[in-house]
């Protein structure tokens, strides 16, 4: 039985092989109908979600199973006390395979630990959201048609975003990779990014404040909100909120073929008039995210047999 906890949890070449199948999925859903039928994914959300938790639902619908679990920790008996361990018992006699998302980092790991069923880890805390990483690895794959040779922009909140950590943490095992990190002094990439990530696999990055000198270097901009959660003080996120608004003026200093990402939700940091511009991809980002938990789902319960 596997867990995903980190995309590190993933040779590169296992990696390659779930994007394969994510592209399959894509073009022949069909054949993918019934892969899952009489399987249950439980969807244990501690934590507010649109994408990440509609989007596992939706793939295991796809597949032909079927959907068990909550949205928030109010709605179960997390509120009463119940700890994570106990949950995770309880719901590996329920279902087939677990998607958990929660604010503590680390709490699907302990997940992992008692369950007797396949684990995902949907974003805990300001550290990991490796299916985020796995929706934009498939992204980049299918609109750039390769995961090397890149100069990478990543903007905005470095210092909690879990999706940039998850990000940078996949991409410097392919070759020709090279960072961007544009951010305000306050939310630099945490020290064990660039040191224990970046520097250890001497991968080439600068960390720069102003996007506009940056923008015409860019083969991709992965724009990120400010973490308004992360923060202990409101003050200091207002005063942080809106460091960057990704603009049709920024766009025009940018290359034609640069694509715009971002995990989304979006708050202020990417102007709407930005989203008629054809390197936004942000939305078509979140239909490769359903092809990608497809894919994965099917790894982890071990169905590639069952696809027709
Ligand atoms: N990208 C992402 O994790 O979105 P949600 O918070 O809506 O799941």
Sequence with gaps: MRHLMSPLDFTVEELDHLLDLATDIEKHREKYAHVCDGKKIATLFYEPSTRT?????????????????????????????ESVSDTIRMVSCYADICAMRHPKEGAPMVAASKSSIPVINA??????????????????????????????????????????????????????????????????VPDYIREDVLQKNHVPFKEVVSLDEVMGELDLLYMTRVQRERFFNEEEYIRMKDSYILDAKKMSLAREDMLVLHPLPRVNEISVEVDDDPRAVYFRQVQYGVYARMALIIILLGLEDKVC
Excluded: W
């Design 123 to 188: 974003g805990d805390g300001g550290h990991q959201h490796p299916t985020q990483t796995i929706t934009d690895l498939h992204t980049i794959r299918s609109l750039k048609g390769r995961l090397s040779d890149l100069t990478i922009g990543l903007c905005g909140d470095l210092k909690f975003g879990r999706t940039v950590h998850s990000l940078i943490n996949a991409l410097v095992r392919y070759e020709g990779i090279s960072f961007v990190l544009i951010s305000p002094e306050e939310l630099r």
């Design 53 to 81: 938790r509609l989007s596992f639902e939706t793939a295991m619908l796809n597949l032909g199973g079927s959907v068990i679990g909550f949205s928030s920790a109010d709605s179960s008996s997390a509120a009463k006390g």
